[in-house]
């Protein structure tokens, strides 16, 4: 088993560089972080080839969950690819709801400032109106006294005429 290496990439120790020694029975496992997303395991025996091939067979086990620890990180990375995927575009989401509730709040103010010359304007133009209104019934008030007027005048005036008429009759 002497000089057995094993490259895995595993991405999750990009920029990475160190070595741990595991101990397994009569070998001595080493894994190497020496290149980007690579790791290496190799098989070392202080006592040289062992008996049988336990070892290596560890060795290959211990690669093989490291192939399934590849899997997973790959899947952990991606998931978290996603996540940051979906926040990005919840966060352009944001930005641009955001953008829209200046605009908003921004038309808002500018009719609420309409709003209230407008409700000044009613209020200065109800008030003419009211004034037109006491003008217009006093005015009214006033011909009904001068027609009530003339046509007492009127009767009066016809009364006179009758009575003259008949005075002047009588006079003949």
């Known amino acids: 088993c002497i000089g057995f290496v094993l490259f895995l990439d595993i991405d999750v120790f990009v920029n990475v560089a160190s070595v741990w020694v595991f101990p397994l029975s009569e070998m001595l496992l080493c894994v190497s972080l020496f290149r980007l997303n690579t790791v290496v395991l190799s098989c070392h025996s202080p006592r040289g ?15 093989s969950q490291g192939a399934s620890l590849q899997n997973y990180n790959n899947e952990l990375v991606k998931s978290i690819e996603d996540l940051r995927e979906k926040r990005e575009e919840l966060n352009r989401q944001i930005l641009t709801e955001e953008e829209d509730k200046a605009k908003i709040q921004k038309e808002l103010s500018i009719l609420t400032d309409r709003l209230q010359r407008l409700n000044e304007s009613l209020v200065r133009k109800t008030q003419a109106r009211n004034e037109y209104d006491k003008t217009i019934q006093e005015t009214e008030a006033a011909y009904m006294k001068i027609l009530e007027s003339s046509q007492t005048l009127l009767h009066v005036l016809k009364r006179e005429t009758v009575n003259l008429s008949k005075k002047k009759q009588g006079s003949d």
């Open 49 to 63: 080839p062992p008996s049988g091939l336990h070892s290596c067979e560890r060795v290959a086990a211990m690669a």
